[in-house]
Structures are given as C-alpha cells and as structure tokens.
C-alpha cells in the first residue's frame, strides 16, 4: 500500500514561489509520481509528474517554464517548485501515484478526468493573491 504524505502548502502573493514536498512510503518498485491540482468548482487536473525510475518529467502546458518536478530517491520524496504564481494557481494540491506500476506517465497526467485508480495523499492547500 503507497502512502503520500503532502506538505507545503501556503498562501502567497502573486510573482512569489513555494516548494511543495509528497513523502511517499509503502513501495519500492519504480513508478510515475506526480502532483494534480483542484480549484473549486473545477475538475482536478495533472500539473506534472515523473517517472522515479530514469527521472523523464511531463507538465501540463498552464505551468510549462514556471514548475519544476523532481525526486529525492533517498527520501522517497517527490518536489513540486512553484515560481511565478498566478491567482489562477490557487487551488488545493494532491500527489498521486497510479495503482499500475506500469502506467505510462505522459498519458496518466493528461487524463481527464484523472483515472480513480491511484493512490492520492490528503492535499496542501496554496492560496496565491492578487
């Protein structure tokens, strides 16, 4: 059984940055890890992900040049750098992994919705104003 664990979560002022951490546990094959985000009123969507073993990342356009994945493979931790935050950013953040070991990263992301079969962590809420 995978655990994810999110924390980092803040409210921020536009033009600002937060790093967001999963700690995830319960595994030790390699697998897509990533982070999806949910405004009220929306669908949950994929932000970016990466594939734990070779370190391939992918990222939703709306945050292409702005967010960084990467992966502490001795803390089995996954990070999710946010710079240059927008309004629209706002929303509570989720790490998820898929129950499929071998699902392919790329396409899990751009799921829409988002495949029920995944583990997820609790959610970190980033508020980012205007």
């Known amino acids: 059984q995978v655990q994810l664990a999110e924390s980092g979560g803040d409210s921020v002022q536009a033009g600002g940055s937060l790093r967001l951490s999963c700690a995830a546990s319960?595994?030790?094959?390699?697998?897509?890890m990533g982070w999806f985000r949910q405004a009220p009123g929306k669908e949950r969507e994929g932000v970016a992900a990466i594939y734990t073993g070779g370190g391939s990342t992918y990222y939703a356009d709306s945050v292409k040049g702005r967010f960084i994945i990467s992966q502490d493979n001795a803390k089995n931790t996954v990070y999710l750098q946010m710079n240059s935050l927008k309004p629209e950013d706002t929303a509570m953040y989720y790490c998820?992994?898929?129950?499929?070991?071998?699902?392919?990263?790329?396409?899990?992301?751009?799921?829409?919705?988002?495949?029920?079969?995944?583990?997820w962590g609790q959610g970190t809420q980033v508020t980012v104003s205007s």
């Open positions: 998820a992994s898929p129950l499929d070991v071998w699902t392919r990263c790329g396409g899990w992301l751009q799921r829409t919705p988002p495949s029920k079969d995944n583990y």
């Open positions: 319960g595994y030790t094959d390699t697998r897509c």
